[in-house]
């Protein structure tokens, strides 16, 4: 069994920035590949990155693409998700998964394993 705990979540201006965290236990995040996804009331579930764990090659969605940053923390067993220039259109939920194996990363159907998700607010 695989826990995840997201923090950081919260309320910021557009042009802001926000760090969220992903706390893992019962499995080491070097050994799963981790994914960031975002949520909004009505909408389809929306990757936003991911990070293998295989030489931690990133991903991330266009939407994101040179604003975001996701990385993980060995000996802490955490992933983060970096969020600069935040814009309203970034507000949803946003949750962390973890996938035991296989591809498809951009998927929620890939990952075996989610966090209860934070809210992320961006204010014009």
């Known amino acids: 069994q695989v826990h995840l705990v997201e923090s950081g979540g919260g309320s910021v201006q557009a042009g802001g920035s926000l760090r969220l965290s992903c706390a893992t236990s019962?499995?080491?995040?070097?050994?799963?590949?981790m994914g960031w996804f975002r949520q909004v009331p009505g909408n389809e579930r929306e990757f936003v990155a991911t990070?293998?764990?295989?030489?931690?090659?990133?991903y991330y969605a266009d939407s994101v693409k040179g604003r975001f940053t996701i990385s993980r923390d060995n000996a802490k067993n955490t992933v983060y998700l970096e969020m600069n220039s935040l814009k309203p259109e970034d507000t949803a939920v946003y949750y962390c998964?973890?996938?035991?194996?296989?591809?498809?990363?951009?998927?929620?159907?890939?990952?075996?394993?989610w966090g209860q998700g934070t809210q992320v607010t961006v204010s014009s």
């Open positions: 998964a973890a996938a035991a194996r296989g591809y498809g990363l951009t998927f929620p159907s890939s990952y075996d394993y």
């Open positions: 019962g499995r080491t995040v070097s050994s799963v590949d």
């Open positions: 990070i293998t764990r295989s030489v931690s090659r990133t």
